[in-house]
C-alpha cells in the first residue's frame, strides 16, 4: 500500500465527528477488554455566536432554558453515522458506525447560571451484535452537560461505568458528540414565532470546521418550541494537518449540510423529540501524488420521550 494509503486510512474516519467509526466495524470476533479506567472525561464545546436575522411574529420574548433543579426527565437519544470511502482505485471501505439507541435520565442542577445536567444512561440498544454484547457492561454509565442560558451546551463529560469496553465507550462518545453539535441555542434577543436566527461555531473534529446553523421557530405552545434547523459546515482552511504528525492533505472538495427539526421544552433538559440529519461528500489530496481520498459521510441523531 502507497505511503499515502497508509496514512489516510490510519485517519479518515475522524472527519464529521466519528472519530473512531472503525472500531464497532471490526472483524475480529474476539471480545474486547473491559477498560480498566473509570476517569471522567471533560471535553469543551466551543462556543455560540448567535444572529438575529428575523425577529418574528408579536407576542416576542426572549426565550430561557430553565428546567428546575432535582427533577428527572426521560428521554431516548439514537444515533447513526455512515461512511463510505475510497482511496484512489482501492476497493470502497464501509467505515460505519451501527445505529445505537440510548435511554437517558436527565436531572439538573440548580443554575449558575449555567445549568449542569447529569445523565445515566439505561440499557441501549444496537443491531450490531457485537456492538450489542459490548453495551450490557455500560448500563448505567455517567454522563452531563453544562448548558447556558440561551440552551447552548459548553461542555460535555463522560464517565464511564467500571465494567465498560472500548467498543461500547467508543461508541457512547460518538453518539454524544454529534448530539451536541446539533442542539439548538436562542439568541440573546426577543423573539416570536416566525424568528430566523444563526449559531455559528467551531466543530473540532480532525480538522477544524466553521458550521452555520439557520435556525427558524415554527411553533410555540407555551414552554414547548419547535425549531427548524438548517446545518451547514465549512473547513477552515483548504490543507488538513493529519492527526500525529502524519502529513497533510489538500482539501479539494468539501459539501457538508443537513436539516431536521427539534422540539424543546424550556421546563426539560433535553429535547423532547425531533431528528437532525448531516450528510456530505468530500475528496482529498496528497500534495506529493495523485492519490485522492473520497468519501461520503451522513450522521443523524434522534430523541424522544418515553
Same mark, same amino acid.
Given at each position: 500500500?502507497?505511503?499515502?494509503?497508509?496514512?489516510?486510512?490510519?485517519?479518515?474516519?475522524?472527519?464529521?465527528?466519528?472519530?473512531?467509526?472503525?472500531?464497532?466495524?471490526?472483524?475480529? =470476533?474476539?471480545? *474486547?477488554?473491559?477498560?480498566?479506567? @473509570?476517569? /471522567?472525561? #471533560?471535553? &469543551?464545546?466551543? +462556543? %455560540?455566536?448567535? !444572529?438575529?436575522?428575523?425577529?418574528?411574529?408579536?407576542?416576542?420574548?426572549?426565550?430561557?432554558?430553565?428546567?428546575?433543579?432535582?427533577?428527572?426527565?426521560?428521554?431516548?437519544?439514537?444515533?447513526?453515522?455512515?461512511?463510505?470511502?475510497?482511496? =484512489?482505485?482501492? *476497493?470502497?471501505?464501509?467505515?460505519? @458506525?451501527? /445505529?445505537? #439507541?440510548? &435511554?437517558?435520565? +436527565? %436531572?439538573?442542577? !440548580?443554575?449558575?447560571?449555567?445549568?449542569?445536567?447529569?445523565?445515566?444512561?439505561?440499557?441501549?440498544?444496537?443491531?450490531?451484535?457485537?456492538?450489542?454484547?459490548?453495551?450490557?457492561?455500560?448500563?448505567?454509565?455517567?454522563?452531563?452537560?453544562?448548558?447556558?442560558?440561551?440552551?447552548?451546551?459548553?461542555?460535555?463529560?463522560?464517565?464511564?461505568? &467500571?465494567?465498560?469496553?472500548?467498543?461500547?465507550?467508543?461508541?457512547?462518545?460518538?453518539?454524544?458528540?454529534?448530539?451536541?453539535?446539533?442542539?439548538?441555542?436562542?439568541?440573546?434577543?426577543?423573539?416570536?414565532?416566525?424568528?430566523?436566527?444563526?449559531?455559528?461555531?467551531?466543530?473540532?473534529?480532525?480538522?477544524?470546521?466553521?458550521?452555520?446553523?439557520?435556525?427558524?421557530?415554527?411553533?410555540?405552545?407555551?414552554?414547548?418550541?419547535?425549531?427548524?434547523?438548517?446545518?451547514?459546515?465549512?473547513?477552515?482552511?483548504?490543507?488538513?494537518?493529519?492527526?500525529?504528525?502524519?502529513?497533510?492533505?489538500?482539501?479539494?472538495?468539501?459539501?457538508?449540510?443537513?436539516?431536521?427539526?427539534?422540539?424543546?421544552?424550556?421546563?426539560?433538559?433535553?429535547?423532547?423529540?425531533?431528528?437532525?440529519?448531516?450528510?456530505?461528500?468530500?475528496?482529498?489530496?496528497?500534495?506529493?501524488?495523485?492519490?485522492?481520498?473520497?468519501?461520503?459521510?451522513?450522521?443523524?441523531?434522534?430523541?424522544?420521550?418515553?
Amino acid at each position: 500500500m502507497p505511503v499515502f494509503s497508509k496514512r489516510v486510512a490510519q485517519v479518515a474516519a475522524v472527519l464529521s465527528a466519528v472519530a473512531l467509526a472503525a472500531a464497532c466495524s471490526s472483524d475480529d =470476533g474476539a471480545a *474486547p477488554a473491559p477498560t480498566e479506567t @473509570t476517569k /471522567e472525561t #471533560t471535553v &469543551p464545546i466551543s +462556543a %455560540v455566536t448567535t !444572529a438575529v436575522v428575523d425577529a418574528g411574529a408579536e407576542p416576542r420574548s426572549r426565550i430561557t432554558f430553565a428546567p428546575p433543579a432535582g427533577v428527572s426527565q426521560q428521554v431516548v437519544m439514537t444515533s447513526r453515522s455512515d461512511i463510505h470511502q475510497q482511496i =484512489g482505485d482501492q *476497493p470502497q471501505q464501509d467505515l460505519s @458506525t451501527p /445505529e445505537l #439507541t440510548m &435511554p437517558l435520565t +436527565a %436531572v439538573a442542577a !440548580a443554575p449558575t447560571p449555567a445549568v449542569s445536567v447529569d445523565l445515566t444512561l439505561g440499557a441501549m440498544q444496537s443491531p450490531d451484535r457485537r456492538l450489542q454484547d459490548a453495551l450490557a457492561s455500560s448500563e448505567g454509565s455517567k454522563a452531563g452537560l453544562t448548558v447556558q442560558p440561551n440552551g447552548a451546551i459548553s461542555a460535555l463529560r463522560i464517565t464511564p461505568d &467500571p465494567g465498560s469496553t472500548d467498543i461500547a465507550r467508543s461508541a457512547i462518545e460518538q453518539a454524544f458528540f454529534q448530539a451536541v453539535y446539533r442542539g439548538v441555542a436562542f439568541p440573546d434577543a426577543e423573539i416570536g414565532v416566525g424568528a430566523v436566527w444563526t449559531m455559528e461555531q467551531q466543530v473540532m473534529s480532525g480538522m477544524v470546521l466553521r458550521q452555520v446553523t439557520t435556525a427558524t421557530l415554527r411553533e410555540r405552545a407555551g414552554d414547548r418550541l419547535t425549531v427548524d434547523v438548517a446545518i451547514r459546515q465549512a473547513p477552515e482552511a483548504q490543507v488538513w494537518d493529519l492527526p500525529g504528525d502524519s502529513g497533510t492533505l489538500n482539501i479539494d472538495t468539501f459539501v457538508m449540510a443537513g436539516t431536521g427539526t427539534l422540539v424543546v421544552d424550556l421546563g426539560a433538559s433535553l429535547p423532547v423529540d425531533g431528528s437532525v440529519t448531516v450528510s456530505g461528500e468530500q475528496t482529498y489530496s496528497d500534495p506529493n501524488s495523485t492519490t485522492r481520498l473520497r468519501q461520503a459521510t451522513t450522521n443523524t441523531v434522534r430523541w424522544s420521550g418515553q
